[in-house]
């Protein structure tokens, strides 16, 4: 069974600063990796998708990174902004099936 | 395009009563899946369906939870004699196809309350 864990759970920083979450799996058995963003009491908005043959994807300020013989990827966040506090979901689709495997979640905020 | 739509957005049932969450997915996509995500915990999968096939419902409780995508219409789930344990947000999210370059795009979610 895949399990993903997100640390830290949560995360406080200030305005500017580069930071990194993780999300780890156990199963290394992945078709892609998606990383998502929450805010309070809405849906999910999709960031960045890895395919299980990549290394990274960039978006912006945002640059995700896989290494799946590990079972790691990190969220990379540069120069961040207090637009950017919300809470950050990793979730991994096994080469098996069809469903995301959710961690629970790193809630940043970003204070200005 | 619009995006993946959930109605209601909120759905407050008493105890023993049907609730009834629907979605539809965005345009063009024929796969729907279903996710729950109670108070402090993460989102867990719940039933993967296509036009008119459930395909996975490893997820879905045995009891009083059933889900449909007709040819026609939204994808239904629906949820008999609910209790406060039900009490959480449904999510929905569609994708166009499946494999490894398959994104799933959320709806908004229903967040359901039994009082």
């Known amino acids: 069974k895949q399990e993903v864990t997100q640390i830290p759970a949560a995360l406080s920083v200030p305005e500017g600063e580069n930071l990194v979450l993780n999300c780890s799996f156990t199963?290394?058995?992945?078709?892609?990796l998606q990383w998502f963003r929450q805010d309070p009491g809405k849906g999910l908005t999709s960031l960045l998708l890895i395919q299980s043959s990549q290394r990274e994807q960039t978006s912006g300020r945002l640059n995700a990174s896989l290494d799946k013989s590990s079972g790691r990827s990190t969220l990379y966040i540069a120069a961040s902004q207090p637009g950017d506090s919300a809470t950050y979901l990793c979730a991994v689709k096994r080469n098996t099936g069809n469903q995301f495997y959710f961690g629970t979640g790193t809630s940043l905020t970003v204070i200005p | 395009n619009a995006g993946v739509m959930q109605n209601p957005r909120h759905l407050v049932r008493r105890r023993g009563q049907e609730a009834r969450l629907r979605c539809s997915p965005m345009?063009?996509?024929?796969?729907v899946y279903w996710y729950r995500q109670l108070p402090e915990e993460g989102l867990k999968f719940m039933v993967y369906?296509?036009?008119?096939?459930?395909?996975?419902e490893s997820g879905m409780p045995k009891e009083r939870f059933s889900a449909e995508f007709p040819k026609e219409g939204p994808s239904i789930l629906r949820i008999q004699q609910v209790v406060r344990g039900d009490s959480a947000a449904y999510f929905c999210a569609s994708s166009p196809y499946i494999g490894e370059l398959s994104e799933q795009y959320f709806g908004p979610g229903t967040r359901l309350t039994v009082t």
């Open positions: 345009k063009g996509h024929s796969h």
């Open positions: 369906l296509q036009k008119e096939n459930i395909i996975d």
């Open positions: 199963d290394s058995a992945i078709y892609n």
